[in-house]
């Protein structure tokens, strides 16, 4: 079936570290996108990577898109406090056969806590 | 402008009764998603609208799962005669338009979180 799978399911730094989560796709996806959802929030929108080699930066954050559309990695640079939360990739996967509507199958997600 | 609303945000229920979910999209938002989300697990797919099209269904788990959607706008999930197995939160989304394959990204509620007694 479709998967999107995540590591590490948990990471907890010290404020001032790094901190990289990895999402593996069991199929070439058209795009990626990734999420955040703080502690007794609801998933948030962070960004869309769709060519294939696609690095973009928010800030501290940088997110890749694999060469061949089935990885994708999240890396943030000296974390802080603010940074909390659990970090979810998805990618669309059809629906039906042959049908023209997508959902978004996402990983379990990471969960990453910093030690102030 | 408002978000996603969802009510409940919160529903506690007794096993074999029904519990009827609602869901208030961003108002222009075409696409209508239903997630599920257990205790420390990813977001699970259930039913996706798009405007007054027939809902993909495909992710409901069982027969016991229902959805509509009237007037392509407010959502309503319906769950019968609930089971233990039900307890979760359940995540409203809407988009633009299919945010899947667009840069149209999913807006989703705060949540209804359901536990089943």
């Known amino acids: 079936g479709q998967q999107v799978m995540q590591i590490p399911q948990y990471q907890h730094v010290q404020e001032g570290e790094d901190f990289t989560t990895y999402c593996n796709s069991s199929?070439?996806?058209?795009?990626i996108q990734w999420y955040k959802q703080r502690p007794g929030g609801h998933p948030v929108f962070l960004i869309q990577?769709?060519?294939?080699?696609e690095v973009k930066k928010q800030k501290r954050l940088t997110f890749q898109f694999g060469e061949a559309k089935k990885n994708s990695s999240l890396h943030i640079t000296a974390t802080q406090t603010t940074d909390v939360g659990t970090y979810f990739c998805?990618?669309?996967?059809?629906?039906?056969?042959?049908?023209?509507?997508?959902?978004?199958?996402f990983g379990k997600g990471t969960l990453l806590t910093v030690n102030p | 402008g408002a978000g996603v609303s969802q009510s409940p945000s919160n529903k506690v229920t007794e096993k074999g009764k029904d519990v009827e979910l609602r869901c208030d999209p961003i108002?222009?938002?075409?696409?209508l998603y239903w997630y599920r989300q257990s205790l420390g697990q990813g977001l699970e797919f259930l039913i996706y609208?798009?405007?007054?099209?027939?809902?993909?269904k495909s992710g409901l788990p069982s027969d016991r799962f229902s959805a509509e959607r009237t007037g392509g706008s407010v959502s309503t999930l319906t769950i019968q005669r609930t089971q233990q197995e039900d307890s979760a939160v359940y995540l409203c989304?809407?988009?633009?338009?299919?945010?899947?394959?667009?840069?149209?990204?999913?807006?989703f509620g705060n949540g209804t979180r359901l536990t089943v007694t």
């Open positions: 998805a990618g669309p996967h059809r629906l039906g056969s042959g049908g023209s509507n997508y959902k978004l199958t």
């Open positions: 989304a809407s988009s633009v338009r299919d945010g899947v394959l667009h840069n149209s990204p999913l807006h």
């Open positions: 108002s222009g938002h075409t696409a």
């Open positions: 609208f798009q405007g007054n099209s027939a809902p993909d």
């Open positions: 199929t070439t996806l058209s795009n």
């Open positions: 990577l769709v060519k294939s080699g």
